[in-house]
């Protein structure tokens, strides 16, 4: 498992929220989380959380996640059982206004599994309402490989 990427994902989340519950959209730099790219998924709120904007999507998260997610809406993925579980994280954390922590099991019999983060992400200093989230996506092992 590579828990370095949500705990740092968290750890610069947390950072940005300068004594406020959540941080501003214009907190969050790129260029300080280069490093966790692959892994990250930034998502919009559209129409008070009835779709979702996938404006960035690194390509590990993608993979992670089954889905080519860069630029789409969740509604485009209709019938698409499997990123149930994704909507579900999304609205917990935007409802919520709260990191909120997910494990999936994988739909086939595999050694890993995806490891998420939701955090929720405000507009201006003056809202309070989570207009995106910030979420990191990894592999959490499964099996024999988690005991060792």
């Given at each position: 498992?590579?828990?370095?990427?949500?705990?740092?994902?968290?750890?610069?989340?947390?950072?940005?929220?300068?004594?406020?519950?959540?941080?501003?959209?214009?907190?969050?730099?790129?260029?300080?989380?280069?490093?966790?790219?692959?892994?990250?998924?930034?998502?919009?709120?559209?129409?008070?959380?009835?779709?979702?904007?996938?404006?960035?999507?690194?390509?590990?998260?993608?993979?992670?996640?089954?889905?080519?997610?860069?630029?789409?809406?969740?509604?485009?993925?209709?019938?698409?059982?499997?990123?149930?579980?994704?909507?579900?994280?999304?609205?917990?954390?935007?409802?919520?206004?709260?990191?909120?922590?997910?494990?999936?099991?994988?739909?086939?019999?595999?050694?890993?599994a995806p490891k998420i983060v939701?955090?929720?992400?405000?507009?201006?200093?003056?809202?309070?309402?989570?207009?995106?989230?910030?979420?990191?996506?990894?592999?959490?092992?499964l099996g024999a490989k988690a005991?060792?």
């Amino acid at each position: 498992m590579r828990p370095d990427i949500i705990q740092r994902t968290v750890e610069y989340w947390s950072s940005q929220r300068d004594g406020r519950k959540l941080p501003t959209r214009r907190s969050i730099d790129q260029v300080e989380l280069a490093d966790l790219l692959a892994n990250l998924v930034l998502v919009e709120v559209l129409d008070g959380g009835r779709d979702y904007l996938h404006r960035i999507a690194g390509e590990s998260a993608a993979s992670l996640l089954g889905a080519d997610l860069m630029g789409r809406r969740l509604s485009e993925f209709k019938n698409d059982a499997h990123i149930d579980p994704w909507r579900n994280g999304l609205d917990i954390a935007r409802t919520f206004k709260a990191p909120h922590m997910a494990d999936f099991t994988p739909n086939n019999r595999s050694d890993s599994a995806p490891k998420i983060v939701f955090l929720p992400i405000t507009c201006s200093t003056e809202e309070n309402e989570a207009v995106f989230l910030l979420c990191a996506v990894t592999v959490a092992e499964l099996g024999a490989k988690a005991a060792e």
